[in-house]
């Protein structure tokens, strides 16, 4: 069964305080790891796909990066606008399965 | 831009109601799947469909239903509605094989509370 686990559950910044969000998983056959913003109330926003070791990809002031067990959101200098909950799913042999989320608070 | 349209994004109904959650996207893509979400518990996915008039449940399907007869449509059903089917509901949709290695796209999102 794959499993998807984030870390931390929340995390509170400063403005310009740059960290990383944690995915961890277990999967049978990754065919691609995901991570999704999403706001209050709203339906998850795509942000990245993942599909080997060693792949980095960049929007802005995150960068996803990927090894074999785990995933790592950097956030470079956060502004409160990147406040959100950040999801991970994998794919392996079956649909997508979410993590639970890391709740993303970021003060002025 | 990938478009998923849900029906309705907060909804009330009473507890034994038929009620009917419609989701369109725009993109053409042969999958569409319905997620529901709740504090604590992350997404979960209830049905998906991988082609039109093709259904497999998810993880939670009891209590559900789902209708594909149209490539771009795919409705949830909630057959008679309790109140532990209160929560968010959210449509989503992708290209390539149901299986994997696809990103989803999803909807807004419908809030469904039942009294």
């Known amino acids: 069964e794959d499993q998807v686990t984030q870390s931390p559950e929340a995390l509170r910044l400063q403005e310009g305080e740059s960290s990383s969000l944690n995915c961890s998983y277990t999967v049978s056959g990754l065919r691609g790891l995901f991570w999704y913003r999403q706001d209050p109330g709203k339906g998850p926003e795509f942000l990245f796909t993942l599909y080997s070791a060693g792949e980095e990809k960049e929007k802005e002031r995150l960068k996803a990066t990927l090894t074999k067990k785990e995933s790592f959101l950097h956030i470079t200098a956060p502004k409160p606008e990147d406040s959100a909950t950040y999801l991970c799913a994998v794919s392996g042999y079956s649909t997508l399965t979410f993590g639970k989320g890391t709740m993303l608070l970021v003060s002025p | ?115």
């Open chain 2, 1 to 115: 831009d990938v478009k998923v349209t849900q029906s309705s994004r907060y909804l009330v109904k009473r507890t034994g109601e038929k009620v009917f959650l419609e989701c369109v996207q725009d993109m053409d893509h042969e999958n569409m799947f319905w997620y529901r979400q709740d504090p604590g518990l992350g997404l979960r996915l209830i049905y998906f469909s991988y082609d039109v008039k093709m259904k497999e449940k998810g993880d939670i399907p009891e209590g559900y239903s789902v209708s594909r007869e149209k490539k771009e449509r795919f409705s949830l059903i909630l057959e008679s509605a309790s109140t532990n089917q209160t929560s968010m509901y959210l449509c989503a949709s992708s290209g390539g094989l149901a299986g994997g290695g696809s990103e989803q796209f999803f909807g807004p999102g419908t809030r469904l509370t039942v009294l």
